[in-house]
C-alpha cells in the first residue's frame, strides 16, 4: 500500500509540471490496480494492457504528450516510439478527413508541446516492481531518453515483492527492522540497490539452468526426430522403393528366425512350431520349416533365414503379378508412410510419459538424463523395428479384390439382410395376438411391458411355491 501511495504522489506531481509519465507493471493485475488508484485522485491516464491490443499504437503514439500518464504491462507498446510532444502525424492520420488547416494548426501546436515536455525533464518512467530479469528493466527504461532525448526513470519496490520476499537476503530484511523507518518513509541505498541485482542474478541463473536442462532432454528428441524425417523425406522423394523393401523384409526375417531360433543354441531349445505359426498368422506364409530341417541335416539358422527371405519374395512377386506393378509401388509407398506417421506420434506420447516420471530416479543415486537418454534409445530401437515388422506384415497380407468381385460380394451382403429381414417378419407374425399380428394393439416388433401381479418378492423371502426354500435359491435362482 505505501509502496502505491508513492507511485501515486510521484505521477501527480510529474503531472503538475506537465511531464509525460509511462508506468510500467509486471501483470494486468497490477495495471488494473494502479488504475483503480489513479481513477480515485482523478488523474487522467490510458490504460496500455492485452485487453486494448486494437489501440495499443494509437494509445502509445500520444504517450508522451504533456501531463499525459499511460498504465502499460511490459511487453505492451514496443516497436512504436514515443515522441516528447505526442506525435501529430498520427493524430492527423486518426482524424476524419483532415482539412490543410487543421493538419498544419495540430503540427504548430505539437512545437509548444514539445518544448513544455523538454522542459519538465523529458519523459517520466515509474517501474512498480524490479523483473525478474535485468534484461526488461533495461528495456522499460530505454524507453525514456531516446535519440538524446532528456528523460527520467524510477523504481518503486516494497519488501512484500516477489522478488524480494523470495530472493533478498536476510541481512537486508534483518536491516529494515532494525532502521525502525516510519510508514510511507522511503529507503534509498546502494546496499538495497546491490541487493536487488543480486536477486535477480539468482532469479536469471536459475531460468538460465532450467533453460539448459530442458534443450539437454529435447536434444534427445531432435536428434530422433532428424532420423526419422530423414527416412519420411527419403520415401516421399523415392520412385521405386522396391529396394528398401527387400532390406527390410530380410532384416525383419532375420529378427523373427533369431527370437525362435536363438543364434548359438542347440536344436533342442528351438521353438521350430511356433515360428511356422507366426509365419502364417502374420505373413500368410506357409512355409514347412520342420520339413526343411528334417531334409537338410546342414541347414542352419543362416540356411533358414536364406529359404524364409526367398519364400515371402516369391509370394510377394505373385501380387505382383495380380495387382500391376506401378500400382503396388504406389501401394508401398503409401502404407510406408502412413506406418510410419503413426509410429512416430505413438513414439512421441511414450516420450513425453518417460519424461514426466523420470526425475524420480534420482532417489535411486541414478543420473536422470542418462536414464532418459538410454531409455529413449531403446524406446526408438523399438520404434524402427515395429515400423519394419508392421509394413512387412501388412504388404504380404492385405489382399486386393478386383471391381466386380466387389460388386458380387456386395450383393451377397444385401441378400443377407434382405433374408434376415424376411425372417424376423416371420417370427413377429408367428407370436400369439389378435388375427396373427405381433400383439395386443397391432404393434409388430414392439417392445411389450411386462406387468407384474402382486408385490415383488424379495431375493432372502421364503419361496412363494412352497418347497421352504428362500427365494434366491428356488425360483429366484440366476441361472
Request: hydrophobic share 30%; glycine share 8%; proline share 3%.
Given at each position: ?301 543362416d540356411g533358414v533365414i536364406e529359404k524364409l527371405v526367398e519364400t ?64 529413449s534409445f531403446e524406446l526408438f530401437q523399438g520404434l524402427l523395428n ?21 460388386e458380387r460380394l456386395e450383393q451377397q451382403r444385401q441378400e443377407e ?63
Amino acid at each position: 500500500e505505501e509502496k502505491f501511495d508513492a507511485i501515486v504522489k510521484e505521477i501527480s506531481e510529474a503531472v503538475a509540471k506537465g511531464a509525460p509519465v509511462l508506468v510500467g507493471t509486471a501483470t494486468i493485475e497490477s495495471s488494473e490496480y494502479l488504475s483503480k488508484r489513479l481513477k480515485k485522485d482523478k488523474i487522467a491516464h490510458e490504460v496500455l494492457n492485452a485487453k486494448f491490443h486494437q489501440r495499443e499504437a494509437q494509445i502509445i503514439a500520444q504517450a508522451g504528450r504533456p501531463g499525459a500518464v499511460t498504465i502499460a504491462t511490459n511487453m505492451a507498446g514496443r516497436g512504436t516510439d514515443i515522441v516528447l510532444g505526442g506525435n501529430p502525424e498520427e493524430q492527423i492520420k486518426h482524424m476524419d478527413t483532415p482539412s490543410e488547416k487543421e493538419a498544419e494548426k495540430i503540427r504548430s501546436e505539437w512545437q509548444g508541446n514539445h518544448d513544455t515536455v523538454m522542459n519538465a525533464g523529458g519523459l517520466h518512467i515509474i517501474g512498480t516492481e524490479r523483473h525478474e530479469s535485468r534484461r526488461i528493466d533495461n528495456q522499460l527504461r530505454g524507453r525514456a531518453g531516446r535519440q538524446g532525448d532528456p528523460g527520467y526513470t524510477r523504481f518503486f519496490l516494497s519488501m512484500e515483492d516477489d522478488l524480494m520476499r523470495i530472493f533478498a537476503s536476510d541481512r537486508i530484511r534483518n536491516m529494515m527492522r532494525s532502521l525502525g523507518l516510519e510508514n510511507g518513509e522511503a529507503i534509498e541505498h546502494r546496499w538495497v540497490t546491490r541487493a536487488i541485482e543480486n536477486a535477480q542474478r539468482k532469479v536469471e541463473g536459475r531460468n538460465f539452468d532450467i533453460r539448459k536442462n530442458l534443450l539437454e532432454y529435447d536434444d534427445v528428441a531432435n536428434d530422433q526426430r532428424r532420423v526419422i524425417y530423414t527416412q519420411r523425406d527419403q520415401i516421399l522423394e523415392a520412385d521405386d522403393l522396391r529396394t528398401s523393401v527387400q532390406g527390410i523384409r530380410y532384416d525383419v526375417v532375420t529378427e523373427l528366425v533369431h527370437s525362435y531360433l536363438p543364434p548359438g543354441s542347440v536344436e533342442d531349445q528351438w521353438d521350430v512350431p511356433g515360428l511356422e505359426k507366426t509365419l502364417e498368422a502374420e505373413f500368410q506364409c506357409n512355409a514347412p520349416v520342420g520339413q526343411w530341417l528334417n531334409e537338410d541335416n546342414q541347414m542352419h539358422i543362416d540356411g533358414v533365414i536364406e529359404k524364409l527371405v526367398e519364400t515371402l519374395e516369391q509370394d510377394y512377386l505373385r501380387k505382383e503379378g495380380e495387382i500391376g506393378a506401378e500400382d503396388l509401388r504406389k501401394i508401398e509407398k503409401h502404407l510406408m508412410l502412413q506406418i510410419l506417421d503413426r509410429h512416430w506420434k505413438e513414439h512421441l506420447a511414450s516420450m513425453d510419459h518417460l519424461r514426466q516420471g523420470i526425475h524420480l530416479r534420482g532417489y535411486a543415486q541414478k543420473n536422470p538424463k542418462q536414464e532418459y537418454k538410454k531409455e529413449s534409445f531403446e524406446l526408438f530401437q523399438g520404434l524402427l523395428n515395429q515400423i519394419q515388422h508392421e509394413l512387412i506384415r501388412v504388404l504380404h497380407s492385405f489382399q486386393v479384390r478386383r471391381d466386380d468381385e466387389v460388386e458380387r460380394l456386395e450383393q451377397q451382403r444385401q441378400e443377407e439382410a434382405r433374408r434376415q429381414a424376411e425372417k424376423m417378419k416371420m417370427q413377429a407374425a408367428q407370436e400369439p395376438g389378435t388375427d396373427g399380428t405381433a400383439g395386443e394393439n397391432n404393434q409388430p416388433d414392439g417392445p411389450k411391458t411386462v406387468v407384474r401381479e402382486g408385490r415383488k418378492v424379495g431375493r432372502n423371502e421364503p419361496c412363494p411355491c412352497g418347497s421352504g426354500k428362500k427365494y434366491k435359491q428356488c425360483h429366484g435362482k440366476i441361472e
